[in-house]
C-alpha cells in the first residue's frame, strides 16, 4: 500500500474503459474504513454513476473529469447531532484519501474534487446532490482509467521536515 500511496496522483483525464459496480464499490469500502474522531462516524458517501455524473456535469465547474470518468464519490459528513466540533472534516478527509489510495492500488486513476467551503462550487454541488441541511460535503473523489501518465511521488523535500522542534 505504501507503492500506492506514493503512485497517487491527480488525474483529470480518463479513458472510456469501464469499471465496475463492484470494484466502485469496494473503493467505497475503502473509503468507509477510514478512523474517526471518538468513532462517531459522521461520514456518508453518495456514489454517481455514469448518467449521475453526466447529470451533474452539466451544473458545476470543472467539468471534464465528471464527463470522461466512470463513477464520482461525493464524500460527505452528517453534522446533525454531531459532537465533536470539526473533527467531521478531519475524518471526511481521511475517508477521502483511503478511497484516492484504495483507487490507485486497483490501477485506476482518481482526482479530488474540492467542495467544502469553496463559494464558486458548494452551492451548486450541495444544489446538485441535493444535500439537506447539516450535511457537508467535503468533496468528490472521481474515478476511472487514468488517460495521462504522471510521474509517482518521492523522498521529503528538507523544507518541510524539522527534527525534535520547529526551526525557522
Ligand atoms: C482538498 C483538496 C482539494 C482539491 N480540489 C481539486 C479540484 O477541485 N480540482 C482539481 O483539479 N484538483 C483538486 N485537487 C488536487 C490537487 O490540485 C493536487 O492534489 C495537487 O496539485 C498535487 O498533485 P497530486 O495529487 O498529483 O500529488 C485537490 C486536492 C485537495 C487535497
Given at each position: 500500500m505504501v507503492s500506492a500511496i506514493m503512485k497517487r496522483r491527480?488525474?483529470?483525464?480518463?479513458?472510456?474503459?469501464?469499471?465496475?459496480?463492484?470494484?466502485?464499490m469496494r473503493i467505497v469500502e475503502a473509503g468507509a474504513a477510514a478512523?474517526?474522531?471518538?468513532?462517531?462516524r459522521p461520514v456518508r458517501f453518495i456514489l454517481l454513476d455514469k448518467e449521475a455524473m453526466a447529470r451533474f456535469a452539466e451544473k458545476v465547474a470543472q467539468k471534464e473529469p465528471f464527463i470522461?470518468?466512470?463513477?464520482?464519490?461525493?464524500?460527505?459528513?452528517?453534522?446533525?447531532?454531531y459532537d465533536q466540533e470539526g473533527a467531521w472534516l478531519e475524518d471526511c478527509s481521511a475517508a477521502m484519501e483511503n478511497?484516492?489510495?484504495?483507487?490507485t492500488e486497483m490501477g485506476l486513476g482518481s482526482l479530488w474534487y474540492g467542495v467544502y467551503a469553496r463559494p464558486a462550487k458548494e452551492?451548486?454541488?450541495?444544489?446538485a446532490l441535493k444535500v439537506p441541511k447539516g450535511v457537508e460535503v467535503?468533496?468528490?473523489?472521481?474515478?476511472?482509467?487514468a488517460a495521462e501518465?504522471?510521474?509517482?511521488h518521492r523522498g521529503v523535500d528538507s523544507s518541510i521536515?524539522?527534527?525534535?522542534?520547529?526551526k525557522e
Open positions: 491527480s488525474i483529470r483525464k480518463f479513458t472510456e474503459e469501464k469499471v465496475s459496480a463492484d470494484s466502485a478512523p474517526s474522531a471518538m468513532n462517531r470522461e470518468g466512470q463513477w464520482a464519490i461525493a464524500v460527505c459528513a452528517d453534522r446533525r447531532g478511497i484516492l489510495i484504495a483507487a452551492p451548486q454541488v450541495r444544489e467535503c468533496g468528490i473523489a472521481v474515478i476511472g482509467h501518465e504522471k510521474e509517482p521536515l524539522h527534527i525534535g522542534c520547529w
